[in-house]
């Protein structure tokens, strides 16, 4: 089952930052938050995942609560091509476990 | 990161046919991959996850028998519809995970519809 909540979706301008929050009240100590985004009839595409300290690499930052239960998935500089639906999702940093997606977010970036 | 492939992108079949749909780690030995479906506007349902060389699991509700899963090697498993029917019509996407990383690495889906 999905452990996370996020919004059905937002909007963002062409040129800001696009802050897209995601709670997981319930994360267990050894879970991982993984982000991923799917543009439309396309697979799914990683984008970063943390498990306590903020993550930074090319395609985004991630800013997770000291409590772990919330995060903020942030893209500092969103263009057309950023529109998607994007997925945060917990699951143990185990190969082979799992991932079960909840409905995501819907981002539009906005000429 | 890792290039997961699938084949084909898009089929169509008669009812009652099966279908056969692959997927490839281009670049990496996949230890496990796992079979999602996407019916639209929808999000992804976990099917099944397959361990190279041994027996599928299968998610809750999804018939073992009306969807065959072989991952005879490190980089490739097949998933095949058997006796598709036009509720079967779905978007079939495939992720792989293995090595040295735990992420899942998806690929590109397909589409198929049943007639």
């Known amino acids: 089952d999905a452990k996370t909540t996020q919004p059905t979706s937002m909007d963002c301008a062409e040129g800001r930052a696009a802050n897209l929050p995601c709670n997981h009240s319930?994360?267990?100590?050894?879970?991982?938050v993984y982000w991923y985004r799917q543009i439309h009839s396309q697979g799914p595409q990683y984008i970063i995942h943390g498990l306590k300290n903020n993550e930074t690499n090319e395609m985004a930052s991630l800013i997770i609560t000291e409590d772990r239960k919330s995060s903020t998935l942030i893209l500092p500089h969103a263009t057309l091509r950023d529109t998607a639906v994007y997925y945060c999702i917990v699951r143990p940093s185990n190969t082979g476990n799992q991932f079960y997606f909840g409905t995501g977010t819907s981002l539009t970036v906005i000429p | 990161g890792a290039v997961v492939s699938q084949h084909p992108s898009r089929v169509i079949c008669k009812s009652g046919t099966s279908v056969k749909i692959e997927c490839r780690s281009l670049?990496?030995?996949?230890?496990?991959m796992f079979w999602y479906r996407q019916f639209p506007k929808q999000s992804l349902m976990l099917m099944a996850t397959s361990n190279e060389g041994s027996k599928a699991t299968y998610e809750q509700g999804v018939e073992k028998d009306k969807f065959l899963i072989n991952h005879a090697s490190l980089t490739l498993s097949t998933l095949t519809v058997t006796s598709a029917h036009p509720e079967d019509s779905s978007f079939y996407i495939c992720?792989?995970?293995?090595?040295?990383?735990?992420?899942?690495?998806f690929g590109p889906g397909t589409r198929l519809t049943v007639l």
């Open positions: 319930t994360i267990s100590g050894n879970e991982y």
């Open positions: 992720s792989a995970s293995g090595g040295a990383e735990d992420t899942q690495y």
């Open positions: 670049d990496f030995q996949a230890t496990t």
